[in-house]
């Protein structure tokens, strides 16, 4: 078995292996497909920074059967329905069913909020501007 040369095992590229294991979960969690999802750019307003705007398709669940979390850097979107057994169906194309949907957020991101209306939930994300570091390193002579 041949493993693939990693693009962050350049020298110049240093402490990024987080980046990669991160990259490998991504491409691992990408095959579910439900529920289906949209992420926006939403531009700046004068009372409001430029944010991302996640929208996920929750059509049949309700505010309770939610939960949207922030778990280290991981943004965790579950949906529970509870099958109802008192009801009897003549057709069931709409299943009761659970879901995670999980988003990696990179640091700095924070989340403004969510809401649901009409069958989608939004997430709304920012990162505030980072601040520009110029720092001057000292050399230290070790000449005796």
Known sequence: M???PSPFGHPFLLGFDEIE????????GAS???PPYNIERVARAADRPERLRITLAV??????????????????????????????????????RQFQRTFLLADGMEVMGAD???????????????????RKIVIASRDP
């Open 2 to 4: 041949t493993t693939r």
């Open 21 to 28: 294991q991160a990259l490998d979960r991504v491409a691992k």
């Open 32 to 34: 579910d497909g439900y």
């Open 59 to 96: 059509a049949g669940f309700t505010q309770g059967e939610l939960d949207v979390m922030l778990e280290e850097n991981h943004l965790v979107v579950r949906g529970r329905q509870v099958d109802e057994k008192t009801k009897e169906f003549l057709h069931r194309g709409i299943a009761a």
């Open 116 to 134: 649901l209306a009409n069958g989608l939930l939004s997430i709304d994300l920012t990162r505030p501007e980072p601040e520009r570091i110029v």
